[in-house]
C-alpha cells in the first residue's frame, strides 16, 4: 500500500492537510476581502473553493464577462499564498439563462416545470444549460488555469442535490437514445421490462416516455432504468465540465463534491471522472453515536471510490446548519472531534461551507468559520484557529492509507433495484446496510466499502447486507471468495433478482443456495414496533428481531438461531455453513443491535480481525500507515470521560506532543494521533485463516 499524498496528484496543491472552505466574496465589499485573507491567515487556512455561485456575477449578461473582480480575489489569496479550488461556477444558473431558454428547467413527475429563484434549476439534459456552462468553463480556464494559486477544479456543485430527475421532452428523447444503445432490439427491451404483465408491450421506440405519474405502480424495469439513465446523464454533465476545463488546460486536477450515499448518483461510476473523491458531510450534532457512524460509513464508500486514496471532506459546518426542522450547535471540542473522524479514515483536507457567514439569503443561518458575531472573543472562531493549528501537526499523515481486510458490498444499481415500489415492503437500504456497519465501526474494525464487482482477495471477511440484485458475475466472486476460505456475511433479502428486476426462480438467494447452504421460500415483514425473538444456541435470554423474517430450507448450513413465535417458531434464523475452505453466515431477519454486534465479532474473530486497541464504547479508533510510520486516531465522540487501553501501541500523539502507552483517559471529544514507527509492510493480501468449527 504506497502513501498517496493529494499533492502527489496535484502538484499545485499546498504541503500537509488541506484546510479551508468556501469563500464567497461576491456576497461582500471589497473593503471586507483584505480582512478576510489576514483572518485566513490566523485560522492557518490554506485552501479556498471560489466562485461556486458566481456564474451571475461572472457573465452578467449573454457572452459579456466580467472577471476583473475575480483577477483580485485570487491575486490577493496568492499574496498569502492560499491556493484556490476553483469552480466552474455551474451551480446556479444566471435569470437571462432561463429566461432566454425556459425549456432548460427541469419539469418534476407530475408534469410541473420548476421555477428559477433558488438553485440548482436546470434540467440535466438541457442543452441552453450544457452549452452556456461549457463556454464560462473555458473562459475561466483560460483565464485561470497557469495561476500559481489554482491548485484543484471544483466542477459544479453537489450535483444531483435538488435536481436529480428530471422528465421533461428532452430527457424523453435522450432517454429513448439511451435505451437503444443499451437494449439492440425492442423485442429485448420487451423482454428485460417484463411489458408481457399489464399488455405495457411497446411496438415501437417512440411510444417510449419517462416514468411520468401513472394511475398506479410503474413498470419496474422502466423505473430502474430511468435510474440509470438520469445518474449517467448527471454523470455526463459532470464529464462534460471536466472536458470543458481539459479542453484548454490538459493538465488540469479536478473534483466534485458528492453527498452522503446519495440515492440518485452512482458513485461508483462517477467519481471515475475526477481525480480526487470529496464529499459534504453535516451529521446532526444532535444525533449521537448514529450520526457519527453515518459519516463515517460516507468516509469509508468515498475513500474506496478512487482505490483507497485520501479524499476531501469539502465541506462541514462549523456548528449549525439551517435546513433541518431544529438546528442542533455542535458543542466545544465537537466540530473537532468530527474533524479528526474524516482525518482518520483518510481525508487529506477539512474544508467548511463557508468562510464568511452570509448576512443575507437562504443560508445566512448556515454557521461559517466568520460568524456574524465576529472574530472578536468569539468561541466558534478560536475553535476554527485550534484546529488550523493542529492539522498543521499532521503533515506527515498526509498520503498514508487505511488497510482494511473486512469489505462491506454497496451499489447504488442495488438499491435502486431494491427500492423499486411494489416489493414485499418498504425497505430502506441504508439503514438495512448501516446495521452491519454500526456493528463493525462499534467493534473498531477497518471497513472498506465497495462495489459487489470489485475484486475481494484481500479481505478475511466480506460482508453483502441485502444484496438483492445479484449478477452471475457477483455470484462467481462470491463463491470464489468462501472457497478460498473467507468469511461471507448476508442478510434477508439478497440474491431475489438479477439485473433485469427478474426473479432468480427455485428462491432466494438464487445463484448463492449452494455457498450458504440454503434456500428461502417465505417471508414475513413486520410492520413497525412489531418483533419476533430469536432462540440462540448456548443462550438463555431470546433476542429480540424485525422488520423481516424469512422462512428457510436448510441444504447443508446449521442453525445458529431460531425463531421463537409464530408458525416457524422453531425455524432456523441464524445460518451457517463450512463452503470450501471458508463459511457463509446467513442472517434472515434484523437482529437487535448489540447482539448482532456479538454475532459479528465472533466471525471477525475466527477469522484473525481484530481492533487496534480496546476502548471505551463511542470512542474511535482508526490506523492509518504511511511511509514508515503508522498512525492511530482516537476519538472520543462522547460528552463524558472514556478509556483506551492501548495494549501493544504506544507512541507519541501528534496532536499534544505528549508519549502515550498503557492506559489511556480521553476527555470529552478529545483526540490522539499517535505515532509510531513501522518495521513490517503491509500486505495487500492478508492470509485467510481456515474457519474453525462453529
Ligand atoms: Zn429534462
Known amino acids: 500500500m504506497t502513501p498517496t499524498p493529494l499533492r502527489s496528484i496535484a502538484s499545485k496543491l499546498p504541503a500537509g492537510m488541506l484546510y479551508g472552505g468556501d469563500y464567497n466574496p461576491e456576497q461582500w465589499p471589497e473593503a471586507v476581502w483584505s480582512e478576510d485573507v489576514r483572518l485566513m491567515r490566523e485560522a492557518g487556512v490554506n485552501l479556498v473553493s471560489v466562485a461556486i455561485f458566481s456564474w451571475a456575477k461572472l457573465e452578467p449578461r449573454p457572452g459579456d464577462y466580467d472577471f476583473g473582480w475575480l483577477d483580485r480575489v485570487i491575486d490577493l489569496l496568492w499574496t498569502e499564498k492560499i491556493s484556490v479550488c476553483l469552480a466552474t461556477a455551474t451551480a446556479s444558473p444566471p435569470a437571462w439563462l432561463s429566461r432566454a431558454h425556459p425549456e432548460s428547467l427541469p419539469v418534476d413527475v407530475n408534469g410541473t416545470r420548476l421555477s428559477?429563484?433558488?438553485?440548482?434549476?436546470?434540467?440535466?439534459?438541457?442543452?441552453?444549460?450544457?452549452?452556456?456552462?461549457?463556454?464560462?468553463?473555458?473562459?475561466?480556464?483560460?483565464?485561470?488555469?497557469?495561476?500559481?494559486?489554482?491548485?484543484?477544479?471544483?466542477?459544479?456543485?453537489?450535483?444531483?442535490?435538488?435536481?436529480?430527475?428530471?422528465?421533461?421532452?428532452?430527457?424523453?428523447?435522450?432517454?429513448?437514445?439511451?435505451?437503444?444503445?443499451?437494449?439492440?432490439?425492442?423485442?429485448?427491451?420487451?423482454?428485460?421490462?417484463?411489458?408481457?404483465?399489464?399488455?405495457?408491450?411497446?411496438?415501437?421506440?417512440?411510444?417510449?416516455?419517462?416514468?411520468?405519474?401513472?394511475?398506479?405502480?410503474?413498470?419496474?424495469?422502466?423505473?430502474?432504468?430511468?435510474?440509470?439513465?438520469?445518474?449517467?446523464?448527471?454523470?455526463?454533465?459532470?464529464?462534460?465540465?471536466?472536458?470543458?476545463?481539459?479542453?484548454?488546460?490538459?493538465?488540469?486536477?479536478?473534483?466534485?463534491?458528492?453527498?452522503?450515499?446519495?440515492?440518485?448518483?452512482?458513485?461508483?461510476?462517477?467519481?471515475?471522472?475526477?481525480?480526487?473523491?470529496?464529499?459534504?458531510?453535516?451529521?446532526?450534532?444532535?444525533?449521537?453515536?448514529?450520526?457519527?457512524?453515518?459519516?463515517?460509513?460516507?468516509?469509508?464508500?468515498?475513500?474506496?471510490?478512487?482505490?483507497?486514496?485520501?479524499?476531501?471532506?469539502?465541506?462541514?459546518?462549523?456548528?449549525?446548519?439551517?435546513?433541518?426542522?431544529?438546528?442542533?450547535?455542535?458543542?466545544?471540542?465537537?466540530m473537532r472531534a468530527i474533524s479528526f473522524a474524516a482525518v482518520a479514515r483518510g481525508?487529506?483536507?477539512?474544508?467548511?461551507?463557508?468562510?464568511?457567514?452570509?448576512?443575507?439569503?437562504?443560508?445566512?443561518?448556515?454557521?461559517a468559520m466568520v460568524p456574524h458575531f465576529g472574530t472578536e472573543g468569539s468561541r466558534v472562531f478560536r475553535e476554527v484557529c485550534a484546529?488550523?493549528?493542529?492539522?498543521?501537526?499532521?503533515?506527515?499523515?498526509?498520503?498514508?492509507?487505511?488497510?482494511?481486510?473486512?469489505?462491506?458490498?454497496v451499489s447504488w444499481e442495488n438499491r435502486w433495484a431494491l427500492e423499486v415500489e411494489s416489493k414485499p415492503m418498504a425497505f430502506d437500504y441504508a439503514a438495512m446496510i448501516r446495521s452491519y456497519y454500526g456493528a463493525l465501526w462499534d467493534l473498531n474494525v477497518a471497513v472498506d466499502v465497495v462495489h459487489p464487482d470489485a475484486p475481494l482477495e484481500a479481505y478475511a471477511v466480506v460482508v453483502a447486507p441485502a444484496l438483492y440484485q445479484l449478477t452471475r458475475g457477483q455470484a462467481e466472486s462470491l463463491r470464489a471468495f468462501a472457497q478460498r476460505g473467507g468469511a461471507l456475511v448476508m442478510s434477508y433479502f439478497s440474491g431475489v433478482v438479477d439485473e433485469r428486476e427478474h426473479i432468480w426462480l427455485g428462491g432466494s438467494p438464487g445463484l448463492l443456495q449452494d455457498v450458504l447452504g440454503l434456500a428461502v421460500e417465505e417471508w414475513q415483514p413486520l410492520p413497525a414496533g412489531e418483533s419476533n425473538a430469536l432462540v440462540?444456541?448456548?443462550?438463555?435470554?431470546?433476542?429480540?428481531?424485525?422488520?423481516?423474517?424469512?422462512?428457510?430450507?436448510?441444504?447443508?448450513?446449521?442453525?445458529?438461531?431460531?425463531?421463537?413465535?409464530?408458525?416457524?417458531?422453531?425455524?432456523?434464523?441464524?445460518?451457517?455453513?463450512?463452503?470450501?475452505?471458508?463459511?457463509?453466515?446467513?442472517?434472515?431477519?434484523?437482529?437487535?443491535?448489540?447482539?448482532?454486534?456479538?454475532?459479528?465479532s465472533d466471525v471477525l474473530e475466527r477469522h484473525g480481525v481484530k481492533a487496534p486497541v480496546v476502548a471505551a464504547p463511542g470512542v474511535e479508533a482508526v490506523v492509518r500507515v504511511g511511509e514508515g510510520m503508522e498512525f492511530l486516531f482516537l476519538i472520543n465522540h462522547r460528552a463524558e470521560l472514556a478509556m483506551v487501553e492501548l495494549g501493544e501501541w504506544s507512541g507519541r500523539d501528534l496532536v499534544s506532543d505528549q508519549a502515550c502507552t498503557g492506559t489511556l483517559s480521553l476527555e470529552p471529544y478529545g483526540v490522539r494521533v499517535i505515532s509510531r514507527a513501522r518495521d513490517r509492510e503491509v500486505s495487500a493480501v492478508p492470509r485467510l485463516p481456515q474457519a474453525s468449527a462453529v
Not at 436448510?554 to 432456523?572: I, V
Open 116 to 334: 428559477p429563484g433558488s438553485r440548482q434549476h436546470y434540467c440535466p439534459n438541457s442543452r441552453a444549460y450544457r452549452a452556456g456552462g461549457r463556454r464560462l468553463i473555458g473562459e475561466l480556464a483560460r483565464r485561470y488555469a497557469a495561476h500559481p494559486a489554482v491548485a484543484l477544479w471544483h466542477v459544479n456543485n453537489e450535483i444531483g442535490c435538488h435536481t436529480h430527475e428530471c422528465f421533461c421532452e428532452v430527457c424523453a428523447a435522450d432517454f429513448r437514445t439511451w435505451l437503444r444503445a443499451r437494449y439492440d432490439t425492442l423485442e429485448e427491451l420487451n423482454e428485460s421490462w417484463g411489458t408481457a404483465f399489464w399488455s405495457q408491450a411497446y411496438g415501437e421506440w417512440a411510444e417510449i416516455l419517462p416514468p411520468r405519474k401513472m394511475p398506479t405502480f410503474r413498470n419496474p424495469g422502466q423505473v430502474l432504468d430511468y435510474a440509470r439513465f438520469m445518474s449517467d446523464a448527471l454523470c455526463d454533465l459532470l464529464a462534460g465540465e471536466v472536458a470543458a476545463i481539459r479542453l484548454v488546460a490538459p493538465e488540469a486536477k479536478v473534483t466534485t463534491n458528492g453527498m452522503v450515499f446519495h440515492r440518485p448518483a452512482d458513485y461508483h461510476r462517477w467519481y471515475r471522472e475526477v481525480d480526487i473523491a470529496a464529499w459534504d458531510s453535516y451529521p446532526d450534532p444532535a444525533g449521537g453515536i448514529d450520526e457519527v457512524q453515518a459519516a463515517a460509513f460516507t468516509h469509508d464508500l468515498f475513500r474506496g471510490l478512487r482505490g483507497g486514496q485520501p479524499f476531501m471532506l469539502m465541506e462541514q459546518a462549523t456548528t449549525q446548519v439551517n435546513w433541518r426542522a431544529t438546528n442542533a450547535l455542535k458543542p466545544p471540542g465537537q
Open 387 to 409: 484546529l488550523g493549528a493542529e492539522l498543521k501537526k499532521l503533515t506527515g499523515v498526509c498520503g498514508a492509507r487505511v488497510p482494511a481486510r473486512v469489505a462491506l458490498l
Open 536 to 600: 440462540v444456541a448456548g443462550r438463555t435470554e431470546p433476542v429480540a428481531c424485525k422488520i423481516f423474517c424469512e422462512l428457510l430450507h436448510l441444504r447443508g448450513a446449521e442453525a445458529l438461531a431460531t425463531y421463537a413465535h409464530g408458525f416457524f417458531a422453531g425455524r432456523a434464523a441464524i445460518t451457517t455453513h463450512r463452503f470450501g475452505a471458508g463459511e457463509a453466515i446467513y442472517v434472515a431477519t434484523e437482529p437487535d443491535r448489540t447482539w448482532l454486534t456479538t454475532l459479528m
Open 347 to 367: 481525508a487529506d483536507a477539512v474544508m467548511f461551507f463557508q468562510w464568511r457567514a452570509a448576512r443575507a439569503g437562504a443560508e445566512k443561518f448556515h454557521s
